[in-house]
């Protein structure tokens, strides 16, 4: 799969530099020049989060050295892309959400961050965190624990806390807050389910369980567990019916149900 999606890749970067020779330098710098997406993504990442006392050949080794020796997060990141691809309308292409999509950009620098924290490497993942919260405004705790088929829609303004598990298939917007309720140390931040959909500008805040395709709303405020393909909307979110889709997350649908 990993090679077939590739080669789809540069087929439509082939077929954009016929549209917008102007490109050339980038597309071929950022895709053709890669013999995979592995290093496509290395490269890429290490170069935006770089800084004057980070340059980005070191980064790139940092990268590398974790794609190299954990090959799931490549997995994962393919995953990532196939979510984005399906769910997003504004995506025509793999190649769109890889070159210009902060969200799945910040989503797999991430990843790597993760990596890193799991290795004891706790500075450097620290410094990956600031930086993709510097160039994407994403703010993810690289101890948090993010599954596989992950949208992160727009992306801006998304805080995701040391604590928080997310599991697979789970779409978020922009402006979502999972965090804490104040400072309690230890298991404080939220368990999303597999399926879930997350409205832009929500909060769900403390050690709370958001159940399986359930779907908050946009702008609501989330301090209790939610149920298993529940809708909560509201300040604070009050259950008001079930999502239409028994896995919001995948058909993005944002509009009450008539069902109760």
């Not at 705790?141 to 992160?152: D, F, K, Q, T």
């Amino acid at each position: 799969m990993d090679n077939e999606l590739w080669a789809t890749i540069k087929k439509e970067i082939t077929e954009l530099l016929l549209k917008e020779p102007d490109l050339a330098n980038y597309l071929s710098k950022r895709i053709l020049a890669h013999g995979d997406l592995a290093s496509a993504m290395s490269a890429l990442l290490s170069g935006k989060l770089a800084a004057e006392d980070m340059p980005a050949q070191t980064l790139k080794a940092v990268f590398d050295e974790a794609l190299r020796t954990d090959l799931s997060i490549i997995e994962t990141t393919t995953k990532d892309l196939l979510a984005i691809r399906e769910r997003d309308p504004a995506v025509k292409s793999y190649s769109t959400a890889i070159l210009y999509f902060k969200g799945f950009q910040a989503l797999q620098a991430y990843r790597v961050a993760h990596w890193l924290w799991q290795q004891e490497r706790r500075g450097m993942a620290l410094y990956l965190q600031s930086r993709i919260s510097e160039i994407f405004g994403v703010d993810i705790h690289p101890a948090a624990r993010i599954g596989h088929g992950i949208l992160l829609d727009h992306a801006t303004g998304i805080v995701i806390g040391e604590t928080s598990i997310l599991e697979d298939n789970i779409s978020i917007l922009q402006g979502v807050t999972l965090g804490g309720t104040g400072k309690d140390s230890g298991d404080r931040h939220p368990k999303i389910k597999a399926g879930v959909l997350i409205g832009a500008g929500s909060n769900v805040l403390g050690n709370v369980v958001i159940g399986e395709g359930a779907w908050i709303g946009a702008g609501s405020v989330v301090l209790e567990n939610v149920e298993a393909h529940t809708t909560v909307v509201g300040v604070p979110a009050k259950v008001v019916g079930r999502p239409r889709a028994d896995q919001p997350a995948l058909e993005m649908e944002h509009y009450l149900s008539d069902k109760s």
